[in-house]
């Protein structure tokens, strides 16, 4: 099981913030998604007894971002279980999303299912990821959606981090930088469970969006 974890973008919306230095819980908002990931995946490698890989990917003020990761390292080096870090640079992360998708995609482990996943979620936890887990068997994806209203499924919205069979992996690499992954999910068999718990929406793209998240 790997996950590539997105870390790239420019924050345009975040004014002259990068709001993957910004503080969260201690640290930055970087490193808590990150440390949230590898806390699954050690777990994971250790009940299925298998190497996990954290693969985040970086572009903008990737330097800054790779140093907030220091403690992402420090898990890795502490931990008894076969997890590892890898960070991956996309000089083309002004090309959008889907160009830093690609980027870490290349690197998924051979064989290895993959959850794609934001470094501006910090209120997804292990617990998130695991959930995910059993339900991929017999489809190709396992997108989570979050009922905004908690009354009808026509108002679910779509949300990360999103789990993939590695069959999607060459799928997603023939693309070109302009698709996304919605699109390409359009075709395939997706398990969409339906959830109340607004933790698989919540991204940071604001100041108030900061804001709510740390209150």
């Known amino acids: 099981m790997d996950i590539v974890m997105l870390a790239a973008g420019t924050s345009s919306r975040m004014g002259k913030e990068n709001k993957m230095l910004l503080p969260y819980k201690d640290t930055t908002m970087v490193a808590h998604c990150c440390l949230e990931a590898l806390r699954f995946l050690e777990r994971h490698s250790l009940e299925n007894n298998r190497s996990c890989t954290l693969i985040v990917v970086t572009g903008y003020r990737r330097r800054s971002v790779e140093k907030a990761l220091l403690p992402c390292k420090l898990f890795v080096e502490k931990t008894d279980a076969p997890v590892q870090l890898l960070i991956v640079d996309n000089p083309d992360y002004r090309n959008g999303q889907f160009s830093s998708t690609k980027k870490?995609?290349?690197?998924?482990?051979?064989?290895?299912?993959?959850?794609?996943?934001?470094?501006?979620?910090?209120?997804?936890?292990?617990?998130?990821?695991?959930?995910?887990?059993?339900?991929?068997?017999?489809?190709?994806?396992?997108?989570?959606?979050?009922?905004?209203?908690?009354?009808?499924?026509?108002?679910?919205?779509?949300?990360?981090?999103?789990?993939?069979?590695?069959?999607?992996?060459?799928?997603?690499?023939?693309?070109?930088?302009?698709?996304?992954?919605?699109?390409?999910?359009?075709?395939?068999?997706?398990?969409?469970?339906?959830?109340?718990?607004?933790?698989?929406?919540?991204?940071?793209?604001?100041?108030?969006?900061?804001?709510?998240?740390?209150?």
């Open 104 to 215: 870490g995609v290349a690197e998924v482990t051979e064989g290895s299912p993959f959850f794609i996943s934001l470094a501006d979620m910090p209120l997804v936890k292990p617990e998130h990821y695991a959930e995910l887990v059993p339900l991929l068997d017999g489809h190709d994806a396992v997108r989570p959606f979050c009922r905004t209203d908690g009354k009808t499924e026509e108002d679910k919205v779509p949300g990360h981090p999103v789990l993939h069979e590695y069959g999607l992996k060459e799928t997603i690499m023939r693309c070109p930088d302009d698709c996304t992954v919605s699109r390409i999910l359009r075709d395939c068999n997706v398990s969409e469970p339906l959830f109340t718990d607004p933790s698989w929406i919540r991204d940071v793209d604001s100041e108030q969006d900061y804001m709510q998240v740390n209150s």
